[in-house]
């Protein structure tokens, strides 16, 4: 790399096609936020069917992030990445020409296909064709793709919310970024990695000069190249059984409970209901809360550009516990603001009279308030002209209460997107060996795509069975019990090559990776790399501690092969 440590354009171009998928990820699961509140007024929905209308993305993604991982190492990278592009516009038609409320869940479940293979390859594609220094940086610009596309659904829904028929066209918007990254497939390169697997070499060195750029040594590209060769000929891991081996399911298992965390941290809540939460919160009409939801979303993006200039240099284990400590603060206050706005009462009364606040009465699809009356009421009720589902702020506590749960749900926003909102992707992509990467990625998506829909299709349940409060409480707690998992498992994959992050789980005990991040960290590398280019005795030295460390992984293999069998035969 040169001294600049920035990338040729190249890479940058590559990255821009690839991270499309995660635009069209984070629009198609943000424009339902906005186009909901619209639906059920339209379509008379229940709570039941406005959670299974956000989830039916989700139940498509848990398949789609599933079963891509076997066809990413049968096809390559590059044929998933189009052929997600192609069942994105699919989706994208049938949710436009909906007719009827399951026709709708059909498209949102052909979506969530294309939402769960984009998700658990871009990440991968791309860590697979960054250069370690900045390995980091690029990968989470797919976040910030997500995020990015969760702001424009925003936007787009609240220039459409006073439109007749405008979901439609919020649904119609998300076929377009698909259709231009399909035009950009003619130029995006293969992994590397897989052209190697596949015995193409000459094209790997090619892509790999292309992506080091012109002003590298060729023994660099070289030494990369070396990297692979040596990281395929030590593992033999290619089959779904292989990953219950010590060696591969202890990354598994830090991957699983990385995406286990994102979506049980509730933040999707935020993103898919944040126009339904802000009406809760009183915000008048549904254009005022979409407007707000728009604040949400910007901050999101915002702030997963901070982590993009900061990963690389902070680390990406930092940079999770300080995401889990502010998330869990968020929380707690934004239940306490509910409990000015609603109280803590279930919504669960016999009659709409018991409710004693409009937030509480909003809730229950069997009541409206009257701003009049200041009292609830079924709705239809003859006896008053009034009647409304939106909550106006009268008092000065409710309007506390308004500002602090909007203050406290960015605050909340923000500290997701500094770590957990793209930590577990990154980390993801670096942590398993060649052979498995694309399979254990899936499954890792795949348990992010299942406690996702358990969260999308139970939070306004538990809103009315436990309280709003009670529900982000909930959510804190879960917070508490990821802190310490990650404070105790969790290594540092910073300044690493893909091939020498898995000897951070050689060895024995809960946390070998303690013991051994000081031998395969490079710190003497990244500071030559930084200090101006490449000298002579700098790359010597480099290309020798690479293959020490080689040979150690190759040492350590061996030594760990009494350990390395599954462990249901132990």
Known sequence: ??????????????????????????????????????????????????????????????????????????????????????????????MTFSTHYSVLIAGRVVVGLAVGAASMVVPIYIGELAPKEVRGRLVTLNVLAITGGQLIAYLIAWALADVHNGWRWMFAVSAFPAVVQLCCLPWLPESP??????????????????????????????DELASVHQSMRTENASRYRDLLRTI???????????????????????????????????????????QFSIAIAATNMVMTIVAILIIDRFGRRRLLLVSFVGMIVGLVLLGIAFIFIVGLVKI?????????????????????????????????????????TSCESITTRDKAGTWMALASLIFYVALYAVGLGNVPWLVQSEIFAQGIRSKAGSIATATNWTSNFIVSVTFLTMTLHITASGTFWLYAGILLVGLCLVYLFVPETKGLKLEDVQQLFMGGGIRPYRRKAAAVTPKNVDEDDSAGGHSPSSL?????????????????????EIDDRPLISR
């Open 1 to 94: 790399m040169a001294a600049t440590n920035r990338p040729p354009r190249f890479v940058y171009f590559v990255v821009f096609c690839i991270t499309i998928g995660g635009l069209l990820f984070g629009y198609d699961t943000g424009v339902i936020s906005g186009a909901l509140v619209v639906i059920k007024d339209d379509w008379h929905l229940t709570n039941t069917q406005q959670e299974f209308i956000v989830g039916g993305t989700t139940l498509g993604a848990i398949v789609g992030g599933l079963f891509s991982g076997y066809f990413a190492d049968r096809w390559g990278r590059r044929v998933i990445t189009c052929l997600s592009s192609i069942v994105f516009i699919v989706g994208a038609v049938i």
């Open 193 to 222: 990695r897989v052209l190697i697997r596949r015995g193409q070499e000459d094209k790997a060195r090619a892509i790999l000069r292309r992506v080091y750029g012109s002003k590298v040594p060729e023994s660099l590209v070289e």
């Open 248 to 290: 591969n399911l202890r990354p598994l298992l830090v991957a699983c409970m990385l995406q286990l965390m994102q979506q049980f941290s509730g933040f999707n809540t935020a993103m898919y209901y944040s126009a339904t939460i802000l009406k809760m919160a009183g915000f008048s009409s549904t254009k005022s809360a979409t």
């Open 348 to 388: 669960t009364k016999d009659s709409c009279g018991e409710y004693v606040k409009c937030g509480a009465c909003a809730l229950d699809d069997r009541c409206q308030w009257s701003p009049g009356s200041m009292l609830c009421a079924n709705n239809g009720n003859s006896m008053y002209s009034d009647l409304t």
């Open 540 to 560: 010597l030295s480099h290309t020798q501690r690479h293959r020490e460390v080689a040979v150690g992984a190759t040492s350590a293999r061996a030594g760990d």
